[in-house]
């Protein structure tokens, strides 16, 4: 009996089975094409964990025939690892056999220490496939960067969540006659595992564990996760109701209430960046020039959940919430940005008017292009009285004075 982890047991075994990846390995995508022409070339991953990183590498060895060693950064010195590559260039000068190199959270090495890979991937005596949780661009050297491909692997999707659930159910390496899930626990596994699919299996293999049931229920996997299972559908009907509460609640000006619907969103686990982009919306369009300064710290919170991740970014979206919450409100800005798009849509395109046309050339100066413009800067407060507006807009005004 194979006691290794559900999600080792059930790891897709053919490119076929990867989900979420498409942009990868659909028709006419870039590691289509290095399979398609049979060349393999040095490469990066960069994506959040449990999305498919290491399978994609072991499925590049599997495709190609190729040797593969795996190594964890956090776990491998970089002393260990030259001895394998010293090897591997061995056994390619001798029998021409390729050697696929995986290191795991490469970030993890400085980049003094990345630099023990350059040689041998520059000689191609090793085929390096990296992966990293971390944006290449400021973990690894430039150096390797210039001789490796960079590929974004995606989160997985709620949808590709509960696929790799059901498979693992179905699957006689997985739970297959063993155990069956309920519909709300099935829900219950996409919504707590964020995208990763090895806690989604994870916590399905420790529920059928401790199930003395065929069937895994809510129940058990609320004890096992140590988690409560909230009313929250990250693709249905709540999930819009949720996000609509929190939007009114601080344009309400109510912290409290706004730190509320954040809660329960973060706690059924909704997608943080998702949150994130939703309050830098809602600084532009509720609060807008009352207080600038608030699309700056909304920015600000959307990188620090994309740099912490959670539970750590959880606190920088209460700040955030709290900040727009207490603002000043206007959507001025908005509504002149409305009213200039419906004009920009429903009239008609009006030339613009010769005086505040550019004239790079000379002819463009004889036919009036510029002819009479006023340059601000040569009158008082560098204020001139002059018009901007097409002729069928004349004196139009979207903002107020």
């Known amino acids: 009996m194979d006691k290794s982890p559900l999600a080792d047991r059930i790891r897709p075994v053919c490119f076929e089975e990867v989900l979420g990846q498409d942009h990868l390995l659909g028709p006419g995508c870039p590691i289509r094409k290095q399979i398609e022409k049979n060349r393999l070339f040095s490469m990066v991953f960069f994506g959040p964990p449990g999305s498919g990183k290491t399978t994609i590498a072991r499925l590049f060895a599997k495709q190609f025939a190729a040797h593969f060693i795996s190594f964890s950064a956090a776990m491998s010195s970089i002393t260990e690892i030259k001895k394998f590559m010293k090897k591997a260039e061995e056994q390619k000068h001798l029998y021409g056999h390729e050697t696929i190199v995986f290191i795991d959270e490469i970030h ?38 210039s001789r490796v491909k960079v590929y974004m692997v995606n989160p997985l999707s709620f949808d590709d969540i509960r696929k790799i659930v059901k498979r693992a159910l179905n699957s006689e390496k997985g739970l297959a006659g063993k155990h069956t899930l309920t519909t709300d626990g099935l829900d219950f596994i996409a919504n707590i595992s964020d995208g990763d699919a090895r806690v989604a299996l994870n916590a399905l293999e420790l529920s059928a564990l401790a199930s003395h049931r065929d069937n895994i229920d809510l129940k058990t996997l609320e004890d096992i996760v140590q988690k ?108 002149a940005y409305e009213a200039a798009k419906q004009d920009a849509l429903e009239t008609q395109a009006a030339p613009v008017p010769m005086h505040i046309r550019n004239a790079p050339t000379r002819l ?19 204020k001139v009285s002059q018009e901007y507006m097409p002729e069928n807009l004349k004196n139009k005004k979207y903002l107020k004075d």
Request: aromatic share 10%.
């Open 108 to 145: 993890r090495f400085n980049k003094a220490q990345q630099d023990a890979f350059l040689p041998y991937v520059e000689k191609g005596s090793i085929i390096l496939i990296g992966a990293t949780t971390e944006n290449p661009s400021f973990e690894l050297n430039s150096s390797l960067l």
């Open 228 to 335: 409560k299972a909230l009313k929250y559908d990250k693709q249905g009907e709540e999930h819009y109701n949720i996000i609509s509460a929190l939007h009114k609640s601080l344009r309400g000006s109510n912290a409290d209430a706004g730190l509320y619907w954040l809660a329960r969103m973060l706690e059924a686990g909704e997608d943080p960046l998702y949150i994130a982009r939703r309050l830098v919306r809602f600084a532009v369009e509720d609060v807008g020039a009352a207080d600038p300064q608030a699309l700056v710290v909304a920015i600000a919170v959307k990188d620090a959940v994309h740099f912490m991740g959670r539970p750590e970014g959880d606190l920088a979206l209460a700040e955030c919430v709290v900040y727009l919450a207490r603002a000043p409100k206007s959507n001025e800005i908005y509504l």
């Open 364 to 382: 463009m100066k004889k036919l009036g292009y510029g002819k009479n413009y006023k340059y601000p800067h040569d009158y008082p407060n560098t």
